[in-house]
């Protein structure tokens, strides 16, 4: 039987408008219209392809900081405006992006959230970041030494084979032990001469105060040599021997 194409109006449940659809006769027949109802069109059914695509490309998008060690919390606080913004500090890391970076000042002036912004862009840029939290970093690293220094060795290595390194609040287990003070050199040893590698930490660490919060002086100065040499510094920068760091 030779079939002929036939046009019916239906209204799309999900926009209420009226469209019109080509369908083909079967055996002759023209399809019952009460089966044109729950149809939604063309469009809509676009919409929602687009939407869902949308969302697994965010999902994807999140799953992704998530494995980086962003912090996924402060990342929907973020997403969703509910984030205390430093715009002149965001600015200032968005400036300095390509460098390493030192950002001190008091809790709760919007640090994290200042670094976690431009972190996230530089995520979504294609570079390879690793976000992680003093307390981590440090607690990770004493866990490594106790089985082997080589472990140790290879923790330090595993954090710096990326783009960017982001650690928040540095400072957070106070006072540096000699372990931590070891680890906080060797890492920043571990950029100095690559120009392509970035470390952004975060601290609340105010003028002058960082030598003192070394257990050994001798970490404290080394630490404070490799921030004068390679680091731009926000706010309170630790006082260097014989002049101010962030000059
Ligand atoms: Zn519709």
Same mark, same amino acid.
């Given at each position: 039987?030779?079939?002929?194409?036939?046009?019916?109006?239906?209204?799309?449940?999900?926009?209420?408008?009226?469209?019109?659809?080509?369908?083909?006769?079967?055996?002759?027949?023209?399809?019952?219209?009460?089966?044109?109802?729950?149809?939604?069109?063309?469009?809509?059914?676009?919409?929602?392809?687009?939407?869902?695509?949308?969302?697994?490309?965010?999902?994807?998008?999140?799953?992704?900081?998530?494995?980086?060690? &962003?912090?996924? *919390?402060?990342?929907?606080?973020?997403?969703?405006?509910?984030? =205390?913004?430093?715009? /002149?500090?965001?600015? $200032? @890391?968005?400036?300095?992006?390509?460098?390493?970076?030192?950002?001190?000042?008091?809790?709760?002036?919007?640090?994290?959230?200042?670094?976690?912004?431009?972190?996230?862009?530089?995520?979504?840029?294609?570079?390879?970041?690793?976000?992680?939290?003093?307390?981590?970093?440090?607690?990770?690293?004493?866990?490594?030494?106790?089985?082997?220094?080589?472990?140790?060795?290879?923790?330090?290595?595993?954090?710096?084979?990326?783009?960017?390194?982001?650690?928040?609040?540095?400072?957070?287990?106070?006072?540096?032990? &000699?372990?931590? *003070?070891?680890?906080?050199?060797?890492?920043?040893?571990?950029? =100095?001469?690559?120009? /392509?590698?970035?470390? $952004? @930490?975060?601290?609340?660490?105010?003028?002058?105060?960082?030598?003192?919060?070394?257990?050994?002086?001798?970490?404290?100065?080394?630490?404070?040599?490799?921030?004068?040499?390679?680091?731009?510094?926000?706010?309170?920068?630790?006082?260097?021997?014989?002049?101010?760091?962030?000059?």
């Amino acid at each position: 039987m030779q079939e002929r194409t036939y046009f019916v109006e239906f209204v799309c449940v999900d926009c209420g408008q009226t469209r019109t659809m080509k369908l083909e006769t079967v055996r002759g027949k023209e399809i019952d219209r009460g089966c044109l109802c729950g149809i939604v069109c063309t469009e809509c059914d676009d919409l929602a392809k687009a939407k869902s695509a949308k969302k697994w490309k965010e999902e994807k998008a999140l799953d992704r900081l998530e494995k980086s060690g &962003f912090p996924i *919390g402060k990342v929907s606080a973020w997403c969703y405006g509910d984030a =205390k913004r430093n715009k /002149a500090l965001e600015e $200032w @890391i968005w400036t300095n992006r390509n460098e390493a970076l030192w950002i001190a000042g008091y809790p709760q002036i919007g640090k994290t959230f200042a670094a976690l912004r431009c972190a996230m862009d530089e995520s979504e840029k294609g570079r390879l970041v690793r976000w992680t939290q003093g307390n981590d970093l440090f607690g990770g690293y004493v866990d490594a030494l106790r089985e082997s220094s080589a472990k140790a060795s290879a923790y330090i290595r595993g954090f710096l084979s990326c783009d960017l390194l982001v650690v928040d609040d540095i400072d957070d287990p106070g006072r540096f032990t &000699f372990t931590a *003070g070891q680890l906080m050199y060797k890492l920043l040893d571990g950029i =100095k001469n690559d120009r /392509a590698k970035r470390i $952004w @930490i975060t601290c609340n660490i105010l003028k002058g105060e960082l030598r003192g919060m070394f257990e050994s002086d001798n970490h404290g100065a080394k630490v404070e040599e490799r921030l004068r040499d390679r680091f731009r510094v926000w706010g309170g920068a630790p006082a260097a021997p014989g002049g101010e760091l962030n000059k």
